[in-house]
T-cell receptor, first 112, second 113 residues
Framework: AQSVSQHNHHVILSEAASLELGCNYSYGGTVNLFWYVQYPGQHLQLLLKYFSGDPLVKGIKGFEAEFIKSKFSFNLRKPSVQWSDTAEYFCAVISNDYKLSFGAGTTVTVRA | NAGVTQTPKFQVLKTGQSMTLQCAQD?????MSWYRQDPGMGLRLIHYSVGAGITDQGEVPNGYNVSRSTTEDFPLRLLSAAPSQTSVYFC????????????FGPGTRLTVT
Protein backbone atom coordinates (compact mmCIF):
# COMPACT_ATOMS: atom_id res chain seq x y z
CA ALA A 1 0.00 0.00 0.00
CA GLN A 2 0.97 3.59 -0.54
CA SER A 3 2.31 5.74 2.22
CA VAL A 4 1.84 9.49 2.05
CA SER A 5 3.88 11.86 4.18
CA GLN A 6 2.94 15.42 4.95
CA HIS A 7 5.87 17.15 6.57
CA ASN A 8 4.13 19.80 8.61
CA HIS A 9 1.52 19.04 11.22
CA HIS A 10 0.55 22.64 11.96
CA VAL A 11 1.48 25.81 10.09
CA ILE A 12 0.69 29.29 11.40
CA LEU A 13 0.89 32.22 9.01
CA SER A 14 -0.10 35.84 8.75
CA GLU A 15 -2.35 37.04 5.98
CA ALA A 16 -0.53 37.74 2.71
CA ALA A 17 2.28 35.33 3.59
CA SER A 18 3.17 32.59 1.15
CA LEU A 19 2.28 28.99 1.88
CA GLU A 20 3.96 25.77 0.86
CA LEU A 21 2.90 22.38 2.18
CA GLY A 22 5.02 19.34 1.48
CA CYS A 23 3.74 15.95 0.37
CA ASN A 24 5.75 12.86 -0.50
CA TYR A 25 4.49 9.42 -1.47
CA SER A 26 6.11 6.02 -1.64
CA TYR A 27 4.91 4.32 -4.84
CA GLY A 28 7.24 4.34 -7.82
CA GLY A 29 4.69 3.63 -10.55
CA THR A 30 1.89 5.63 -12.10
CA VAL A 31 -0.09 7.62 -9.59
CA ASN A 32 -2.91 10.12 -9.49
CA LEU A 33 -2.40 12.89 -6.95
CA PHE A 34 -4.83 15.09 -5.08
CA TRP A 35 -4.99 17.85 -2.52
CA TYR A 36 -8.17 18.08 -0.48
CA VAL A 37 -9.17 20.79 1.98
CA GLN A 38 -11.42 20.58 5.00
CA TYR A 39 -12.68 23.92 6.29
CA PRO A 40 -13.78 24.01 9.95
CA GLY A 41 -17.00 22.07 10.39
CA GLN A 42 -17.19 21.04 6.76
CA HIS A 43 -16.43 17.92 4.79
CA LEU A 44 -13.52 17.44 2.42
CA GLN A 45 -13.44 19.24 -0.90
CA LEU A 46 -11.07 18.85 -3.80
CA LEU A 47 -8.52 21.66 -4.23
CA LEU A 48 -6.69 20.26 -7.24
CA LYS A 49 -5.57 17.06 -8.87
CA TYR A 50 -2.83 15.72 -11.12
CA PHE A 51 -3.30 12.82 -13.48
CA SER A 52 -0.86 13.52 -16.31
CA GLY A 53 0.53 16.32 -18.48
CA ASP A 54 1.82 19.62 -17.13
CA PRO A 55 3.31 18.88 -13.71
CA LEU A 56 2.26 22.31 -12.44
CA VAL A 57 -1.45 22.19 -11.76
CA LYS A 58 -3.70 25.01 -10.72
CA GLY A 59 -6.68 24.57 -8.49
CA ILE A 60 -9.39 26.60 -6.88
CA LYS A 61 -8.86 29.67 -4.69
CA GLY A 62 -5.40 30.44 -6.08
CA PHE A 63 -3.75 27.18 -5.03
CA GLU A 64 -1.28 25.32 -7.20
CA ALA A 65 0.80 22.20 -6.83
CA GLU A 66 3.87 20.84 -8.56
CA PHE A 67 4.43 17.17 -9.28
CA ILE A 68 8.11 16.23 -9.21
CA LYS A 69 8.32 12.57 -10.19
CA SER A 70 11.99 12.18 -9.33
CA LYS A 71 11.32 13.35 -5.79
CA PHE A 72 7.99 11.54 -5.36
CA SER A 73 6.58 14.88 -4.30
CA PHE A 74 3.43 16.92 -4.85
CA ASN A 75 3.81 20.13 -2.89
CA LEU A 76 0.97 22.61 -2.51
CA ARG A 77 1.57 26.36 -2.77
CA LYS A 78 -0.29 29.62 -2.51
CA PRO A 79 1.53 32.93 -2.99
CA SER A 80 -0.62 34.99 -0.61
CA VAL A 81 -2.93 33.40 1.95
CA GLN A 82 -6.12 34.84 3.34
CA TRP A 83 -7.80 34.33 6.69
CA SER A 84 -10.38 32.16 4.91
CA ASP A 85 -7.63 29.65 4.01
CA THR A 86 -7.61 28.46 7.60
CA ALA A 87 -8.34 24.76 7.21
CA GLU A 88 -6.85 21.30 7.26
CA TYR A 89 -5.15 20.20 4.07
CA PHE A 90 -4.74 16.59 2.97
CA CYS A 91 -2.55 15.16 0.26
CA ALA A 92 -3.87 11.93 -1.29
CA VAL A 93 -2.48 9.43 -3.75
CA ILE A 94 -4.05 6.61 -5.70
CA SER A 95 -2.21 4.01 -7.72
CA ASN A 96 -3.38 1.01 -9.69
CA ASP A 97 -4.75 -0.78 -6.63
CA TYR A 98 -7.67 1.69 -6.56
CA LYS A 99 -7.05 2.50 -2.90
CA LEU A 100 -6.84 6.17 -2.13
CA SER A 101 -4.25 6.87 0.57
CA PHE A 102 -4.25 10.11 2.56
CA GLY A 103 -1.53 11.86 4.42
CA ALA A 104 -2.01 12.76 8.07
CA GLY A 105 -3.02 16.31 7.17
CA THR A 106 -1.63 19.76 7.84
CA THR A 107 -3.59 22.27 9.86
CA VAL A 108 -3.10 25.77 8.51
CA THR A 109 -4.00 28.72 10.71
CA VAL A 110 -3.96 32.15 9.08
CA ARG A 111 -3.87 35.08 11.46
CA ALA A 112 -5.52 38.31 10.36
CA ASN B 1 -28.57 16.33 -6.79
CA ALA B 2 -28.14 15.69 -3.08
CA GLY B 3 -24.62 14.33 -3.66
CA VAL B 4 -23.41 12.00 -0.92
CA THR B 5 -25.62 11.76 2.15
CA GLN B 6 -24.82 10.12 5.45
CA THR B 7 -26.96 9.30 8.45
CA PRO B 8 -26.83 9.73 11.35
CA LYS B 9 -24.70 12.83 11.93
CA PHE B 10 -23.93 11.91 15.51
CA GLN B 11 -24.16 8.63 17.40
CA VAL B 12 -23.19 7.40 20.83
CA LEU B 13 -22.88 3.66 21.37
CA LYS B 14 -21.99 1.48 24.27
CA THR B 15 -19.24 -1.09 23.95
CA GLY B 16 -20.59 -4.22 22.30
CA GLN B 17 -23.53 -2.60 20.57
CA SER B 18 -23.92 -2.87 16.83
CA MET B 19 -25.13 -0.29 14.35
CA THR B 20 -25.18 0.63 10.68
CA LEU B 21 -23.97 3.90 9.24
CA GLN B 22 -25.88 4.76 6.11
CA CYS B 23 -24.42 6.25 2.95
CA ALA B 24 -26.16 7.04 -0.29
CA GLN B 25 -25.23 8.86 -3.47
CA ASP B 26 -27.40 9.99 -6.36
CA UNK B 27 -24.66 10.61 -8.94
CA UNK B 28 -24.59 7.07 -10.37
CA UNK B 29 -21.02 6.65 -9.18
CA UNK B 30 -19.42 3.23 -9.46
CA UNK B 31 -16.87 3.68 -6.72
CA MET B 32 -17.79 4.17 -3.08
CA SER B 33 -15.67 4.03 0.02
CA TRP B 34 -15.64 4.50 3.76
CA TYR B 35 -12.93 6.33 5.70
CA ARG B 36 -12.36 7.08 9.32
CA GLN B 37 -10.70 10.31 10.36
CA ASP B 38 -8.68 10.43 13.56
CA PRO B 39 -6.54 13.33 14.82
CA GLY B 40 -3.00 13.20 13.47
CA MET B 41 -3.74 10.19 11.27
CA GLY B 42 -5.57 11.70 8.34
CA LEU B 43 -8.19 9.56 6.67
CA ARG B 44 -7.81 5.82 6.60
CA LEU B 45 -9.67 3.62 4.16
CA ILE B 46 -11.93 1.03 5.81
CA HIS B 47 -13.70 -0.64 2.88
CA TYR B 48 -14.42 0.24 -0.70
CA SER B 49 -16.59 -0.93 -3.56
CA VAL B 50 -15.99 -0.69 -7.31
CA GLY B 51 -19.59 -1.49 -8.17
CA ALA B 52 -22.75 -3.18 -6.98
CA GLY B 53 -22.00 -6.59 -5.52
CA ILE B 54 -18.25 -5.96 -5.28
CA THR B 55 -16.49 -4.87 -2.10
CA ASP B 56 -12.94 -5.06 -0.81
CA GLN B 57 -10.98 -4.24 2.28
CA GLY B 58 -9.02 -1.09 2.82
CA GLU B 59 -6.35 -0.26 5.34
CA VAL B 60 -8.34 -0.73 8.56
CA PRO B 61 -11.22 -3.18 7.91
CA ASN B 62 -11.32 -5.06 11.21
CA GLY B 63 -14.58 -4.68 13.11
CA TYR B 64 -16.50 -3.36 10.10
CA ASN B 65 -18.62 -4.99 7.41
CA VAL B 66 -20.00 -3.56 4.19
CA SER B 67 -22.26 -4.64 1.38
CA ARG B 68 -23.23 -3.03 -1.92
CA SER B 69 -26.55 -4.34 -3.15
CA THR B 70 -27.33 -1.24 -5.22
CA THR B 71 -25.26 1.41 -6.97
CA GLU B 72 -26.67 4.10 -4.68
CA ASP B 73 -26.18 2.65 -1.19
CA PHE B 74 -23.10 1.56 0.72
CA PRO B 75 -23.83 0.95 4.41
CA LEU B 76 -21.10 0.38 6.98
CA ARG B 77 -21.86 -2.00 9.81
CA LEU B 78 -20.12 -2.04 13.16
CA LEU B 79 -20.56 -5.55 14.48
CA SER B 80 -19.59 -5.03 18.14
CA ALA B 81 -18.56 -1.48 18.88
CA ALA B 82 -15.31 -0.81 20.73
CA PRO B 83 -13.93 2.47 22.14
CA SER B 84 -11.17 2.30 19.49
CA GLN B 85 -13.87 2.87 16.89
CA THR B 86 -14.63 6.32 18.24
CA SER B 87 -13.98 8.48 15.20
CA VAL B 88 -15.49 10.56 12.45
CA TYR B 89 -16.62 8.43 9.52
CA PHE B 90 -16.78 9.73 5.98
CA CYS B 91 -18.36 8.08 3.00
CA UNK B 92 -17.15 9.06 -0.47
CA UNK B 93 -17.97 8.25 -4.05
CA UNK B 94 -16.42 8.81 -7.44
CA UNK B 95 -17.33 8.12 -11.04
CA UNK B 96 -14.71 5.51 -11.70
CA UNK B 97 -12.46 3.26 -9.73
CA UNK B 98 -11.15 5.88 -7.36
CA UNK B 99 -9.06 7.63 -9.99
CA UNK B 100 -11.36 10.62 -10.12
CA UNK B 101 -12.30 13.27 -7.64
CA UNK B 102 -13.90 11.82 -4.54
CA UNK B 103 -17.13 13.42 -3.36
CA PHE B 104 -17.40 13.25 0.38
CA GLY B 105 -20.43 13.10 2.60
CA PRO B 106 -20.81 15.33 5.68
CA GLY B 107 -19.56 12.67 8.09
CA THR B 108 -20.84 10.77 11.09
CA ARG B 109 -19.29 11.47 14.48
CA LEU B 110 -19.36 8.23 16.47
CA THR B 111 -18.50 7.91 20.14
CA VAL B 112 -18.21 4.50 21.78
CA THR B 113 -18.25 4.50 25.56
Amino acid sequence: AQSVSQHNHHVILSEAASLELGCNYSYGGTVNLFWYVQYPGQHLQLLLKYFSGDPLVKGIKGFEAEFIKSKFSFNLRKPSVQWSDTAEYFCAVISNDYKLSFGAGTTVTVRA
Amino acid sequence: NAGVTQTPKFQVLKTGQSMTLQCAQDMNHEYMSWYRQDPGMGLRLIHYSVGAGITDQGEVPNGYNVSRSTTEDFPLRLLSAAPSQTSVYFCASSYSRGADEQYFGPGTRLTVT
